[in-house]
């Protein structure tokens, strides 16, 4: 299993909010469905392609939080992420750092209040 992780789901409490939020930040979109009653919007999945997908999730079983596990999105560049993110009233909870060979990092505090990281191989 070269990348074991297949699906990760961000909890939210407002899916309207939160969609704009990552579609803005991520400049991407999503995509709405109910699943098994549950909320859900996508993120874009390339099948056959390495790396995971996941999507938003709304409902009783989904509570946001800074404490719990973290998710890496794969950007291009942090600094324009960053801003958009700063511009939709999003926290800086770790700046934009030089880590080696992986790159640079960062994390935000997403728009429900998640722990959400950045990284990319290039400054």
């Known amino acids: 299993m070269a990348n074991p992780v297949y699906h990760f789901e961000i909890p939210v409490t407002n899916m309207d909010r939160a969609i704009t ?5 991520l400049a991407t979109k999503l995509s709405r469905e109910t699943i098994d ?3 859900m919007a996508f993120f ?3 099948d056959g ?14 509570v946001p939080s800074k ?5 890496y999105f794969d950007v291009e ?5 960053l801003a958009r993110a700063k511009a939709l009233g999003a926290k800086v ?8 060979p992986a790159g640079y990092v960062a994390e935000i ?6 722990r959400l990281a950045l990284n990319a191989l290039s400054d």
Not at 67 to 71: C, H, R, S
Not at 109 to 114: I, L
């Open 21 to 25: 939020f990552y579609e803005a930040v």
């Open 37 to 39: 009653g549950y909320e």
């Open 44 to 46: 874009p999945r390339a």
């Open 49 to 62: 392609k390495p790396g995971a997908s996941g999507a938003l999730a709304k409902g009783d079983v989904y």
């Open 67 to 71: 404490t719990g596990a973290i998710i």
């Open 77 to 81: 560049d942090i600094d324009p992420v």
């Open 93 to 100: 909870l770790y700046p934009k750092k030089h880590i080696g």
């Open 109 to 114: 505090e997403d728009s429900e209040g998640n």
